[in-house]
């Protein structure tokens, strides 16, 4: 659908108009106005004027917007839906965070009847309650269902931060630091290490921002670290969601390149680390670093007898090794990510990103995640 190919491009069923334009251009043209967007993006691996001028300038955001997130959609949306609802100028703003496909909801006659009534205020001056409505409307996540719930904030007023210890003591997320030195390593090709916390003893919600620090060596100049949050049942089922791609979801991931790890310390807070991306700080092989990893926010209330747990990879997370499931228009079968993958080997050659990966654990330092805990009405 480039512009350009005009008469040589279909027609609109609708309007019987050229869908590519009017114009018709020849392949040379069309070869000089493409760009190759993966290409750019590997030319420009830190945050520079490429992608700044690609991005928003949050305090000149001023207009009143309805910014609507996906639970499932790790890797694509939810995090511009977070960081637009908290930092834009607006005075004026909401946001809402929904799960499934957004095309069995937010598509359908929920989603359309909310959009229509933030237009109708905003675009025909329809005093119809919008603005009286709270800023925050969630779809609380549970094993089995949804329930709406609106709030007055982003990240709640109510959350209880509370941080659980890896312990590497049978690999445990324990709810107190470690009593002793330790270290464990993975091959960044396998699966990592994944540390599990004792059977909860009573129904728990986390709905909001996660995050993760830890110290880290490679055996290599580099390392990337995937961080996947997840649950399982009494019988060590895990408990996964129809995504907004892929219908095996976790609950929320986390990615950071650890030479990417410089913070910005304006930006940042104990519960959304924020990176500057503009210089690679490269490891020492075998030399231990400090990490601050954002994972995307998430909801899910967590029945009792269930645990969670934190894996540490060095590659993408996958449900299991294959589902034969597949759409369309992506290459790759779903196996957790959607078509959402870290698998482009120029940008993660293997003599650098697939090496070998320890974490160090430091009962005076301790690593842990940072999890917000919403405390039960009384």
């Known amino acids: 659908v480039q512009y350009g190919l005009g008469q040589r491009g279909p027609r609109s069923a609708v309007s019987s108009l050229w869908v590519c334009g009017d114009e018709t251009l020849s392949d040379d043209e069309l070869a000089r106005n493409r760009c190759s967007f993966g290409d750019d993006i590997l030319r420009h691996p830190l945050d ?4 700044r001028g690609r991005s928003p ?3 000149k955001v001023m207009v009143p917007f309805l910014s609507a997130a996906n639970w499932g959609g790790q890797g694509l949306h939810p995090r511009g839906n977070f960081e637009g609802f908290m930092r834009a100028a607006s005075k004026e703003k909401w946001l809402e965070a929904h799960g499934l496909e957004h095309w069995t909801h937010f598509y359908t006659d929920y989603g359309r009847l909310l959009q229509k009534a933030f237009f109708d205020c905003y675009l025909k001056a329809e005093n119809n309650g919008w603005r009286e409505r709270s800023r925050v409307l969630l779809h609380v996540r549970y094993v089995d269902r949804f329930e709406e719930r609106s709030e007055a904030e982003w990240p709640l007023a109510q959350t209880s931060w509370t941080k659980f210890y890896l312990d590497p003591d049978g690999q445990t997320l324990s709810s107190v630091p470690p009593t002793k030195f330790s270290s464990l390593s993975f091959d960044a090709g396998g699966d990592g290490l994944t540390f599990l916390s004792e059977p909860l003893s009573e129904q728990t919600e986390i709905t909001g921002p996660v995050a993760a620090r830890l110290r880290i060596s490679s055996s290599t100049s580099d390392a990337d670290i995937f961080l996947v949050f997840r649950v399982f049942t009494a019988d060590m089922r895990e ?3 129809v995504g907004a791609i892929d219908p095996h979801t976790p609950i929320a991931q986390g990615w950071l390149r650890t030479s990417h790890r410089k913070l910005d310390n304006n930006l940042s807070e104990p519960w959304r680390p924020y990176h500057t ?3 690679k700080q490269l490891l ?5 670093v400090d990490l601050q990893i954002e994972i995307w926010p ?3 209330v967590v029945p009792a007898g269930c645990r969670i747990a934190l894996s540490v990879r060095g590659r993408d997370y996958e449900w299991q090794k294959t589902t034969g499931l597949h759409l369309s228009n992506f290459k790759n079968e779903l196996t957790g990510c959607g078509p959402f993958l870290h698998d482009d080997p120029r940008d993660r050659p293997r003599s650098v990103f697939g090496g070998r990966t320890t974490v160090h654990i430091d009962a005076h330092d301790a690593n842990y995640l940072l999890l917000p805990i919403v405390p039960r009405k009384q």
């Open 48 to 51: 520079d004027d490429y992608h």
């Open 57 to 59: 300038q949050w305090d």
């Open 239 to 241: 408990v996964v969601f």
């Open 277 to 279: 991306h503009d210089e």
């Open 284 to 288: 020492i092989p075998g030399q231990p």
């Open 298 to 300: 998430t909801s899910i």
